[in-house]
Each structure stands twice: as structure tokens, then as C-alpha cells.
């Protein structure tokens, strides 16, 4: 398959620790979030990130504002915007502000006022709202009655070892702008999983591995970077090295003599918590989102009684291959509502959508995020972005069967005509997959805990120091060696 499906590379810029000693006399900076704007009197009050406290500023005729990295106006600012703001010492008046949206922190507190969600807040949708009925046992472990082994019996999942493979990931980013004290750099920690195993990840500057604040408890990698010469001042290069052995899975449909139901039941569930985990409602995975609940509605696409999660899955998948439209541009929203209000977005939109259908249902589904196990090739682009193979797919869990994948984005872009068939319940085994879901909770050390949604565009970065983030650029490669397993 061609690869052309780019999620855009992770830089987190803009977020610079105000240091006194590192500023001219007429220029100070501070970052955190916006936490009044009174446009009438000419004044943005910012919750500072370093301090915790409140700065009080002002505005004259020469003070400017960006917004996302468009020239605004102070009445365009938002109360939770976060925000880098240049000020003139003394007066407190400010030279220029950049605001940027932050997403899931103005979802969340529109949404989630009343407490941060957890696991187990989020995890009832559906068919998982009353889960004390229609339980059985079976196997001497509980068995919910919607998700019987014998509505899969048809089905076995196919899977064998297809290559070793080494990658490496070289990126620098540059910022002629900044005069840095210290960099920190996050990386994903290839997870082990059924058809990827003996993993290894290693990272240069040296890190350490963490586990992300998230429910999901993400391994990734940390690195606090001390600058130490002079071209480490506007620059951070960073190698990260990938090792597995990857496993190709098929769907294969069996005859009922070859196959019956009760060998599925020795196939192993889900524990509570991995279902939990699966089926449960996020910022952007939003199972309750009234654009969801009308797409679905109007295609038929509840589970039906009787209906096996594959089958049922199926149904979700060619619907979004025959409605749906493959879009990218670099300022995607990635939430359920718009993708599904649009019915269009790039590979990690479309697999969302597919996710939160399933999970609305009560099945297990995820994304898996990553890059295709195949070395870059400088020509190649997506619009005039170059591409260095990341992608995004989704994979749903069928008991007695197992974790099934599925390629939304590949299927709409290049099987509408067969439903996207050759991309339902197939992984060619060419995909390297750096996590499981999006919506990281990062420990960035200096600034706090940070939402990043992936980290298969590179590293999430963050810089400490003064001057200014303007003019960023990356320099990326990717490439992959393969040997037999």
C-alpha cells in the first residue's frame, strides 16, 4: 500500500520559563493560560506556569496578538487559551502575545466541571451503563451476554511473524529565535502487543522511562536536556531507535465443521479493567457526542440483538468507507462532534470515529498509533508537507476471536468500491505502533502536566530559556531495516 496519510509532527513551542537573568531590561516574558480578558479597559490577566500565580497586564496602540498563529485582536483572546506573552518591564504593558487553543482543557471544563473523569467515570456507554444484567457465567468468570463467544464462532484470526525490524527516528528541531537553558523532549515506548513483539526502545540524549498521567498508564520515554554548547541554545537533536518483531493477522471465516463455538470460548477475555479501558469515554473519543448518536442513528448502526462484535463492526466500517471522506490540513480537530458532523478527516479522525461507534456499543476498540515499517522518502508529500509514514489505525476486540484491525483511512482512500474489504480484519504486518490511543498526559518537568494528543509525528518538545519561539523548524528522517523473524 502507498502511504500518504501524514499526522502532523508534535512540537510543543512557545513555552519559555522567565528567567530575570536571561532578559534585556525592556522585555520580560511569561506563559501559562489566559484567565480574564476585559477588552473595555484594555487588560489579560495570565495564570503564569512557573509561579502559579496571576500577571496583570496592560495594552497600548502598539501591542499585538496572534491567535493559533494569526494576527487577532485582544477581543479575539480566550479565558483557557494558553498563552507566551512579551511585556515591557516596569510598566507591565504588553509588546506581544501569542494565544493557542488548547482543546481538550476547554472541553473538559465545559464537560467535566464537577471532577477530573476517571477510568471508570468514563467507561459506561451503551450497552455497559447496566452492567449487573444479562450477565452469565461461563468458564468460571463473569460473561456479558452481549458479547458471547458463539455470536464470533465463524471467525478465527490468523496471525504469523512476518520481519525483524530496526527504525531509527532522527529529528532535530531548531529555533533560531531562543536562547535555551535547558530542553525536554517525550518519546513513545513501543508497547508489547500481540503482533508486535520483543520490543526495544532506546533514546539519545539519554532518557528515562515513565508512565504518562493518563488512565492508560503509557510507557514513554523522558529526557531533561541541559544545554551544553553553543548550537544547543537555538537546537535539540534527538535519535530514537525502534526494535520488534512484527506479526501480520488475517480474518479468516471458517466453516462451522472446522470451527465451532466452544473453541472460541478458550480464547482469553479481556479483564475488567482492559475492557474498562476500551470502552471508555475520552475528550475526543466522545461515545455520547449528539453528532455520533445521529450518524448512527440515521445508518441503522446500533448492535443489533444477536449480533457478534465482528459483524456489528463490519457495518460501522463500510458505513464510514461509503459516507465518509478522506481531508488533512494542519489545523485538524480531532473530536468527534466535527468528524462526525463533516463526515471527513485524515486517518486519526476517521478511526476515531470508527472507535467511538464501537465503544457507544459496548465493544472494546482502540487506535493504534504509529508509523508504517518503511524508510522515508524525501519526495514524497502529502500536500506540500513532506511524509515520514505516520499513520493512525483502530483494531476492536471480539471474544473468543481476538484484538481485529482495522485501517479506516486506507479503506476511504483506496477501496470504496470493494467497501473497503481489504482493509477490514487485515495488518500486513508492516506497521509499527508507538501507542495505544491519544490523548497523553505528559510530565513536561518544567511546565507541568501537558495534554499531547500523539507522539508518531515526533517528539513532544519543550524549551526553557529566553528570546523567542518564531521561526521553528524540524529536521526529520525515518528509516527502517527489515530481517526474516
Known amino acids: 500500500?502507498?502511504?500518504?496519510?501524514?499526522?502532523?509532527?508534535?512540537?510543543?513551542?512557545?513555552?519559555?520559563?522567565?528567567?530575570?537573568?536571561?532578559?534585556?531590561?525592556?522585555?520580560?516574558?511569561?506563559?501559562g493560560k489566559i484567565r480574564a480578558v476585559d477588552a473595555k479597559k484594555g487588560s489579560v490577566t495570565i495564570r503564569l506556569t512557573t509561579t502559579d500565580s496571576d500577571l496583570s497586564l496592560g495594552v497600548d496602540a502598539k501591542s499585538t496578538f496572534f491567535v493559533n498563529g494569526k494576527s487577532a485582536k485582544l477581543g479575539d483572546l480566550e479565558v483557557g487559551q494558553k498563552a507566551t506573552v512579551f511585556y515591557k518591564a516596569g510598566t507591565k504593558t504588553i509588546a506581544r502575545l501569542r494565544?493557542?487553543?488548547?482543546?481538550?482543557?476547554?472541553?473538559?471544563?465545559?464537560?467535566?466541571?464537577?471532577?477530573?473523569p476517571t477510568a471508570g467515570d468514563l467507561s459506561k456507554s451503551g450497552a455497559m451503563d447496566n452492567k449487573g444484567s444479562g450477565e452469565k457465567k461461563a468458564s468460571g468468570k463473569t460473561v456479558n451476554a452481549n458479547h458471547d463467544p458463539g455470536l464470533n464462532a465463524r471467525y478465527r484470526l490468523e496471525t504469523k511473524p512476518v520481519a525483524q525490524v530496526h527504525a531509527v527516528l532522527t529529528y532535530e528541531l531548531k529555533m533560531p529565535g531562543v536562547n535555551a537553558t535547558d530542553w525536554v523532549a517525550c518519546a513513545p515506548v513501543l508497547p508489547d502487543l500481540p503482533y508486535q513483539r520483543k520490543v526495544q526502545t532506546t533514546m539519545s540524549p539519554a532518557a528515562k522511562q515513565v508512565r504518562e498521567k493518563s488512565p492508560?498508564?503509557?510507557?514513554?520515554?523522558?529526557?531533561?536536556?541541559?544545554?551544553?554548547?553553543?548550537?544547543?541554545?537555538?537546537?535539540?537533536?534527538?535519535?530514537?531507535?525502534?526494535?520488534?518483531?512484527?506479526?501480520s493477522r488475517a480474518l479468516m471465516e471458517v466453516d462451522s465443521s472446522e470451527k465451532r463455538s466452544d473453541d472460541n470460548a478458550n480464547i482469553a477475555d479481556l479483564t475488567d479493567h482492559e475492557r474498562s479501558l476500551a470502552t471508555a469515554r475520552t475528550i475526543r473519543i466522545d461515545t455520547k457526542s449528539a453528532a455520533l448518536a445521529s450518524w448512527m442513528d440515521k445508518n441503522d448502526l446500533a448492535k443489533k440483538p444477536g449480533e457478534g462484535e465482528i459483524d456489528h463492526a463490519r457495518r460501522v466500517y463500510v458505513s464510514i468507507v461509503r459516507n465518509y471522506q478522506y481531508e488533512y490540513n494542519s489545523q485538524m480537530d480531532w473530536r468527534i462532534e466535527p468528524i462526525c458532523s463533516k463526515a471527513k478527516s485524515d486517518c486519526g479522525g476517521l478511526s476515531m470515529a470508527f472507535v467511538a461507534a464501537l465503544r457507544r456499543e459496548g465493544t472494546p476498540a482502540r487506535l493504534i498509533v504509529g508509523r508504517w515499517a518503511k524508510s522515508a522518502n524525501f519526495k514524497e508529500m502529502v500536500g506540500d508537507v513532506p511524509y515520514y509514514q505516520s499513520h493512525v489505525k483502530a483494531e476492536f476486540f471480539a471474544v473468543g476471536v481476538g484484538w481485529i484491525p482495522v485501517d479506516c483511512a486506507s479503506g476511504?482512500?483506496?477501496?470504496?468500491?470493494?467497501?473497503?474489504?481489504?482493509?477490514?480484519?487485515?495488518?500486513?504486518?508492516?506497521?509499527?505502533?508507538?501507542?495505544?490511543?491519544?490523548?497523553?498526559?505528559?510530565?513536561?518537568?518544567?511546565?507541568?502536566?501537558?495534554?499531547v494528543i500523539w507522539l508518531n509525528g515526533g517528539p513532544a518538545v519543550w524549551v526553557v530559556g529566553g528570546g523567542t519561539p518564531d521561526s521553528p523548524s524540524v529536521v526529520e528522517d525515518w528509516k527502517v531495516e527489515k530481517r526474516d523473524p
Request: hydrophobic share 45%; charged share 25%.
Open 1 to 31: 500500500m502507498k502511504p500518504n496519510i501524514r499526522i502532523p509532527t508534535v512540537v510543543i513551542l512557545g513555552l519559555l520559563v522567565c528567567s530575570s537573568g536571561l532578559f534585556a531590561a525592556a522585555d520580560e516574558i511569561g506563559n
Open 412 to 451: 476511504v482512500l483506496y477501496d470504496k468500491k470493494n467497501d473497503g474489504a481489504n482493509f477490514f480484519g487485515v495488518d500486513r504486518g508492516n506497521f509499527i505502533v508507538f501507542h495505544i490511543d491519544p490523548e497523553l498526559d505528559v510530565d513536561s518537568i518544567f511546565f507541568g502536566r501537558q495534554a
Open 216 to 247: 492508560l498508564k503509557r510507557l514513554v520515554l523522558q529526557a531533561k536536556i541541559p544545554v551544553k554548547t553553543p548550537s544547543e541554545r537555538t537546537s535539540v537533536p534527538i535519535k530514537i531507535e525502534f526494535d520488534a518483531t512484527l506479526y
Open 99 to 116: 494565544a493557542f487553543d488548547d482543546p481538550a482543557a476547554k472541553d473538559a471544563s465545559k464537560k467535566y466541571v464537577a471532577k477530573k
